[in-house]
């Protein structure tokens, strides 16, 4: 297959462009009315129609290759149509659409038909001239579509240059009459857009292209047809509106065919510009005259008709350029997420936080636990969002994580988990960091290091891990008579808390007795444990009651449990913070019994499509993570193959258009749809909290505040 080329198209946009502007500047009025009249009701008419046919060509040469979407296309232009509604607000205010009568009938009516400004009538006419056409297409097949069409068409010319012929037939007249109460005009998306999308559409459906030759005769010959058609009218004053003719049909037909056998090179930075100068150049009209006015200079300016056009396409087509440039530019700022990256959305972060504030007692805090780097959410940018929130309580599980967060300004308190060797003595004291006693020996080595060093106590309570013994009160007691540890608190850590079941309840009871037992001893020895903690995220959702100062919360904060199946007893709507993301590297169709990667782990049944992703187990994506998905398109693909240190493949053979570039969600949720971090943990065997905070260094991370 030969790779057509549409440069020819491309290039008469601009052209397009121009004779638009024209139509509403008249250029050639002081030079010649005549000469102004072919110009812009005549030549100049054949523009919407040739952004008609683009329209209806580009979208069954997407179908065809599988890449158009319905919705995409119909949201990008109510967007656009959207934008110029806002931007015409002002000269709407101005002269005064307001202030009409029958204001919601008219709102209506121009909305969905006339356009809210008079040129804007081009953008619904798309919207409801594709949809029809689409619609109809379904239903009726090729020909019955394009014959309706035409019909539509036909009744529209009578509405509009031909007005005068039918005017005094009494029932067509009433037709007509009632139409233009619907829509003011009949050139719009039901009489005059849906012919030239079918005929863009029938171009591209024939393949065929006429011999130059033949396309340029036909061209010249209908457009004398159209210039006679054009006069005859203008003559015989039957026109009401002066933009159908019958001859704008062949006319299009064959100037599209000449635009296509010119065969010049594509040339795509076309494609934008032309639009915005169609939208914005009756805002330049505006300021040009505006300027002429002020600046007294109306004469040179304004009347004389050919400046006065080349003024306002120039202000249009630098403004156009400009506005080209600047969403180009933000655009590509946007490809900071350039490989594959994860974006952490902190308004979750804030609901998580009050959510679960809200299920503990008023006087209980939480320790926003932001250990292995926010469990890979980014550990500065979650704890000062959470500082933010009034958290003033960090928990991490190191030395190093603790003075990082002081580096980057994280203020309050930061207790470390974990255990730090003697020779850091020194930096528990220069970053004002709290360290957990992990027995009574570790208690001795901190006082020997002989400067005062802030501590909380760590109580052993059954997990038979970090911690003093419950049962070695004697011990315990012994701490608090060192004399350079300021004990600030003590804590025990709950080992089945996750659970329901009765044995687990009754575990975790015995744990939070001993844990209170001791309390009640120290107490009794004339000591104060000072604050008290004993819950971590299940803690929490599952004993919210206990009385304690701080809850030591991590995986809840960040919006998930650690496993899809756990049940709680308190039941919070959690929103998870984090989602995970890559791009398309590569797009190959396979044909069947193919393997796909390393060790030939997967072999294709049919022939189909595979994507490679930006993305791997380096990243963080566990390596057995068999059977899992990924979302692209809004569709959920499985994951084939083995998954590399650096990308994974895809099976994409149901998925229309996917391509070079675009984004795939490996956890997270779009438009409804999602992949939660519980269901990839599951399904690679393991717990959310390992599989956050194993998210690698080489991911991106980008904030959502
Ligand atoms: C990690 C950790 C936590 C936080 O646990 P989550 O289940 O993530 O809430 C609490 N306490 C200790 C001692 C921890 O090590």
Redesign the pocket.
Known sequence: MVKREYGGIDYFRVIAAILVVAIHTSPLSSVSMTADFFLTRIIARVAVPFFFMVTGFFIFSKQEKKQFSYSDFFVKIGKIYSISIVLYLPLNIYTGYFKGYNLFGNIVKDLVFNGTFYHLWYLPGIILGVGMALVLLKFFGFKNTFLISLILYIVGVFGDSYYGFIENLPVVNRFYHLLFQLFGYTRNGIFFSPIFILLGMLIFKRKEKLPFKLAITGFVCSLGLMFLEGWLIHVLMVARHDSMYFSLIPVMYFMFQVLFSLNIKNKKSLRAIPLYVYIIHPWSIVLVRGIGKVLSIEKQLIENSLIHFIVVLVVSFVTAYLVYIFLKKKRLKNYKKGRAWCEVNLSNLRHNYQALKNVLPQDCDIMG?V?ADA?GHGDVLIASALQKEGVQNF?V?SLREGIKLRKKGIKGKILI??YTYPKEFNKLKKYNLIQTVVDCQYAKALNDYGKRIKVHI?IDTGMNR?GEDFANTEEIIKIFKFSNLEVEGM?T?LCVS?SLLDKDILFSLDQMGRFYNVIETLKTAGHSPKNIHIQ?????LNYPELHCQYA??????YGML?SESDQTRVKIALKPVLSVKARVSIVKEIKANKNIGYGGQFTTKESGKIATLTIGYADGIPRNLTDGKVMIKGKQVPIVGSICMDQITIDVTNIAGVQQGDVVTLIGQVNGEKITGEEVARKAGTIT?ELFSRLGSRLERVYHY
């Open positions: 636990v250990k469990y928990a599980a988990l974990g760590k970090l804590y850590h996750d971590s995220s299940y803690g929490v030591r919360v991590g995986i809840a904060l650690s909290n």
